[in-house]
């Protein structure tokens, strides 16, 4: 007599990466005076990677960025940033993201939705997602990979109404803002 034991799909496990704040970026750019765009970029970045390589649609991430370490390179337009006018960082010190699906669009890019929340308002978003790239050992024994995304957003949407309209015509400050992010990601 043989018995036969039914094996079910194999499970693998997923494995979790930390963002690598010195080797990350968010950067923003938005149109100034509707005639050129000015960048900035927040300094503070932390989350996680939930990694299924097996399946990256099983995969998640979640992120934080500190409000306060917003940065244009003009110290006034900082502190404007920071202020009620805009971030409120007072009130609102923390941006975050959560994957709500991932989805793979070809070889190499993903396509990732979830919500973002700014300014104590929360809307959907979508990232199109370079990578991740293959893992790599570091100089230390650490393992890495890392991810591009972009996204645009209405500044409107998230409550960040403040604008001032020119003697020429427009407005100081366009409403549509491109989120770029260069991040790596740490295996712990």
Sequence with gaps: MTSTTTVGPLQT???TWKIDPAHSTAEFKVRHMMIANVKGNFSRISGALFLDESDLANSRVEASIDAASIE???GQRDAHLKSTDFFDVEKFPTLRFKSTSISIVKDGELSVEGNLTIHGVTR???FVVEGPTPPSKDPWGNTRVAVSAVTKINRRDFGLTWNAALETGGIL?????TVTL???FVKT
């Design 173 to 177: 400050v366009g409403d549509e803002v």
């Design 182 to 184: 260069e991040v790596e």
């Design 124 to 126: 959907e978003v979508r």
């Design 72 to 74: 244009t390179r003009e």
């Design 13 to 15: 496990p997923t494995t």
